[in-house]
């Protein structure tokens, strides 16, 4: 590690309870797919905590706040949407989960729509991923969970009824 690496480094010491948050309960310090592994969190989280609807939406809210500040401070201290922050991929993946009655199968497709449009960025996703800050961060993950609900909504209507 360089010595201006170290300097920045001291300079944005972060928490750990924002560390907890920014890398999803620090799954995103695998070496391989750390998005995948921050949505596989998410996943646990809803199958385990989140019982309805409301409480969807409530750690949404929570979690995407808490996400534009978190994930600006690694950025500040890691440059551009660092990897290991996932919180981003938290809040897509319960946006794609959102109103989608929780069953095992429901829950894969929707997993699988919203690695696709996490990774393929539709528009507006791509013009979210370019911009600095934490906002942006947070919000091209928004954008591919909401692409990821309509499309799993529309799987599991035309296919799976």
Known sequence: MSQREKELRN????????????TGF??????????????????????????SNFQILIALLIFFV????????FEQR??????????????????????????ILNVFIAFLVFRAMDVIKPPPA????RMK????????????GIYANILTQVILNLFLK
């Open 11 to 22: 300079q944005y010491k972060i928490s750990l309870f924002s560390k907890l948050v920014a």
């Open 26 to 51: 620090f799954s995103g310090y695998l070496p391989i797919a750390p998005g995948t592994a921050g949505s596989l969190v998410a996943v646990l989280i809803y199958w385990v905590f989140l019982r």
């Open 66 to 73: 808490l996400g534009i500040f978190t994930s600006s401070r």
């Open 78 to 103: 890691d440059g551009h949407d660092p990897k290991i922050v996932v919180v981003d991929e938290i809040v897509g993946m319960w946006l794609s989960l959102l109103f989608i009655e929780k069953k």
């Open 126 to 129: 791509r013009g979210f991923d």
């Open 133 to 144: 800050g934490g906002f942006g961060i947070m919000m091209d993950d928004v954008v591919a």
